[in-house]
C-alpha cells in the first residue's frame, strides 16, 4: 500500500469502527469504574427462606448472565446482599447500611410485605430505589416514590381468577380459610376475596382463619363439610393450601378451590398432588407447565442450583427479571457509575422504574403503575393433570 | 360433627403426646427443658423422609433408622452442647439447647431449603368410615404408636434396673453416683431414648400431616413444653394425658369460638394457666420437698 493512501484509509476505517460503537446498543454509554454495585435483599433464612433463596438463585443467574455478556456498560455487576431472615427489624438497618456504607446505586429486593410495609416509608430519607419481587399486598408502593414493586397485587391477581372460577364451577356459596399471621394472606382472605365473592354473586358461608404452623386442618374441614360450599377460598402460601385441600378431599368435600399468588407455585401441586386439581389460581409468574424457552431454561439452571432440585416460587424469575430490568435502566438512563454522581445515579434509576413499560421479562410483562407496582398482563392458572396451565 | 371433632381432637393429641413423652423424659431425669428436642423431631422427620424416598426401604425399616439416626444426634447435642457446661450455672443448659435450636433449623435450610416437602406415603392411607365418622389408618396408627411408647417407656422406667437407674439419677446425680450408678451413662441413655422417641414423632407426623419443613421443630417444642406442664413435668403419662387434652382443646376453639380471628393458642394457653393456677405441678405431677 502507498504511503499516501494510509492515512485517508485508516481515518476511513476508524469512523467506520467508531460508528459501529455508536450503533451497536450493548456498547452504549460505556460505565465509570470496576463494579457496578447492586444490593439485595434476600431472606434466605427464617419461615419465608424459600422465597428468599429463590430470589437469591434466581438473581444470581441473572448477574452470571450478564456479567458474561459484558456487564452493565461494559462494567460487571457486583451485588452486595443481605439476610432479612424474613423479619422486619433487621430490614431497615440492612437499608442504611446499603445507602451510607456499601453504597450501592439500587437494591433489589425485600420480598415480603411485612417488611416492604416497614422499609418502604423510610425510602423518602434514604433516596435509595428498593424493587420487591414478591410482594402483592395492595397499596405499599404508594408508601414513597422510591418504593417498588415487580409483582402485581392480590386484588389485580385475583379477579379475572375469581370470575373465571365461579364461571367454570358455576360457584354460588363458598367458604374463606386464610392464614391471619401472614400479611398478604390476611389482605387476601380477609379484604380481597369477600369483596369479589360479593362482585360476583358468590355467597361467604363462614370465613376461618389458621396460623403459618398450623398442620391439622381435619377440625376446620368437618365444620366446612356441614356447610356443603361449592367452593374455597384459600389466602395463605403453597403448604398450607396443599394440606386444607388434602385433608378436604379426605372428609369427602367436593368443594373447588380458589387461591393467591403465594398458592399459586409449584409446591402446590407437589404436595397437594391429586387434591388440588381443579385449583385455580392468580400468579406473578407462570412457572411450571410454561413453554416460553427463556423460562425452561432458567428454570433448567435454577433447578441445577435449588436444593434438592425444586422448582421456584414466582420470587426466583421475578428476581431474574429485576436484575435485567435494572441493566436496561442504567443503560438507558444514562448512569455514570462515578462516586460522585451516586445520587444523581439513584435518582435516574428511580426516574427508569418509574416509566418502565412492557418489559418483556421471562415472568411476563412488567409495566409499573402510578404508584411503582406492576401492571402487567394478569395470569389465572389452572391445575390441570397434575401441572399448571394459562386459563 | 361433635362426635368427628372428638376423634380429631384425640388424633391431634396423639401427636402431641407423641412429642411430649420424650420431652418430659429428659425433664424428668435431668430436670433439663431439652428445648431443641424439637428440632431433633425436625432432624427426624427429614431423616425418615430422606430414608424412604432414596432407599425406598418401608415404613417399618425406615422408621427404626431414622430412630437411631436422631438418638445419635441426642447424644451427640449432649456431649457437645450440654455435658461440657458447668453445672452449677443453672440456665447454661437451657440456653445451649435454645443455640443448638438455631443451628440446627439453620442447617437444615442449607440443606433441605426453607420448602415445605411433601412427606412420601409410606403407608396406604385407608378412610375407615364407621357411620358418618371418618378415621384413618394413619390416624390410628399415630395414635397407637404414642399409647405403644408411653406403655413400653412407662414400664421400661418403672421395671427394669436401666430405669431405676435413670430413676435414682432423676432424684440426684450424687447419691446415684454414691450408688454405683453411671450417671454419665444414664444422662447419654437418656438423651438418646428421648431423641430417639422425637424422631418417631417426627417421621409419624410426616406421614399424617403429609409435608415437612424446618421450621416445624420449634411448633412442636412449645406445644410440648404446654404438654409437659399440663400433664406435671417429667410424668410420661402425664404426658401423654396431657397431648390428648392440648388436641382436644385447640380443636374445640375452632368449634366454639368465633373463627374469624385465630383463638387457637389462646384458648390452649388459657386452659393451660386454668390447670397450673388449681395445680400447679400439672395434673400428674408431684410435689417435692426438699429439707
Known sequence: M?????????????????????????????LYGKKVKIGAIYSISGVCAEWGMAAKIGGDIAVEEINAAGGIG??????TWYD???????????????????????????CQSSICEVIFPKLDRLKLVLVSFCSSKPGLSALSPWGFRNTLTSDKQLDPAVRKWKEKYNIKTAVILYNSEDAVSTVEGKKILPVLFEKYGIKLLKMYTFQTQTLDFSPYMTEIKALNPDGIGIGSC??????????????????MPIGGACNSTPGLIEIGGDAVEGYYGSTAAWIV???DPRMVKFLKEFTSRSPGGRMPPYSGPRSYDNMYIIKKIMEEEGVTNKPGDLQKDREKIRKGWEKLTNYPGISGVTTMDEVGDGKGGVMTLVVAGGEFVLK | MILQQLINGLMLGATYSLVAIGYTLIFGVLGLLHFAHGEVLMAGAFMGLYIIMWSGLPLYIALPLAMVATGVLGIIIDVLAIRPLKKDFHLAP?????????????????LFGGYGTRFPEAIETVNYKVGPLLISS?????????????????????????????RTVAESHTTAGLLGVNVDWIVLLTFGIASALAGTAGVMIGIVFHAITPFIGLTFALKGL????????????????????????????????????????IFSFGIMIIILIFKPTGLFGTRVTQG
Open chain 1, 2 to 30: 502507498k504511503r499516501r493512501y494510509f492515512v485517508p484509509i485508516m481515518l476511513v476505517a476508524c469512523f467506520l469502527v467508531l460508528g459501529l460503537i455508536l450503533a451497536s446498543p450493548s456498547q452504549a454509554a460505556k
Open chain 1, 74 to 79: 461494559g462494567v460487571p455487576i457486583e451485588v
Open chain 1, 84 to 110: 432479612a431472615a424474613c423479619k422486619a427489624g433487621p430490614a431497615i438497618p440492612i437499608a442504611n447500611k446499603l445507602v451510607s456504607q456499601d453504597k450501592v446505586l439500587v437494591v433489589n429486593g425485600p
Open chain 1, 238 to 255: 403453597y403448604e398450607q393450601g396443599a394440606k386444607l385441600m388434602i385433608e378436604a378431599r379426605r372428609q369427602g368435600i367436593k368443594a
Open chain 1, 289 to 291: 407447565g410454561n413453554p
Open chain 2, 94 to 110: 437451657l440456653l445451649s439447647t435454645i443455640g443448638v435450636t438455631i443451628i440446627l433449623q439453620n442447617l437444615a435450610v442449607k
Open chain 2, 138 to 166: 394413619t390416624n390410628i396408627l399415630i395414635l397407637g404408636v404414642s399409647l405403644f411408647l408411653m406403655v413400653v417407656l412407662y414400664f421400661f422406667i418403672t421395671k427394669t434396673k436401666v430405669g431405676k437407674a435413670m
Open chain 2, 226 to 265: 404446654v404438654v409437659m406442664l399440663i400433664g406435671g413435668l417429667g410424668n410420661v403419662v402425664g404426658a401423654m394425658i396431657g397431648g390428648l387434652i392440648l388436641g382436644m382443646a385447640e380443636v374445640f376453639s375452632i368449634v366454639l369460638l368465633p373463627t374469624e380471628i385465630n383463638l387457637q393458642d
